[in-house]
């Protein structure tokens, strides 16, 4: 590939800057990182007009580079995320008050935004007080 800096992704069907951005940085809001084969960051034009194959430049350094965390602290329990959750519903039948969401943490051990309850995706993982 010919990513001049950075690991080389090919865009396929259905992708959008943020879900890569999600995906290899963990997170959709920076997907103005992600760079063109000539290190050059994409517009909002052209990140609008993105062809299937086409490379896309992920910066080193990033959670992509790193293994990813797929245990919980030390006194949670770890849950699945699946379709229909919320994180007030799992709040509710596994602490017994849906307001106590704001107990569970990532699998890195940091707290739930506001942010992201609203992106919960189907089986990311949450980590619940024991």
Not at 98 to 117: L, V
Request: hydrophobic share 30%; aromatic share 6%.
């Amino acid at each position: 590939m010919s990513c001049k800096v950075g690991s080389s992704y090919i865009f396929k069907a259905g992708d959008t800057l943020s879900n890569i951005a999600q995906e290899k940085l963990g997170d959709d809001t920076r997907w103005r990182e992600l760079m063109k084969s000539d290190g050059s960051p994409f517009t909002e034009q052209e990140a609008q007009q993105l062809q299937v194959g086409q490379e896309v430049c992920v910066p080193l350094g990033s959670p992509v580079n790193q293994p990813p965390q797929t245990s919980c602290p030390t006194g949670t329990q770890s849950y699945v995320v699946k379709a229909g959750d919320t994180l007030y519903l799992i709040a509710e039948q596994k602490l017994g008050d849906g307001n106590r969401w704001h107990d569970f943490q990532k699998s890195d051990g940091t707290p739930f935004t506001e942010a992201d309850a609203e992106k919960l995706q189907v089986g990311q993982q949450i980590c619940i007080p024991g």
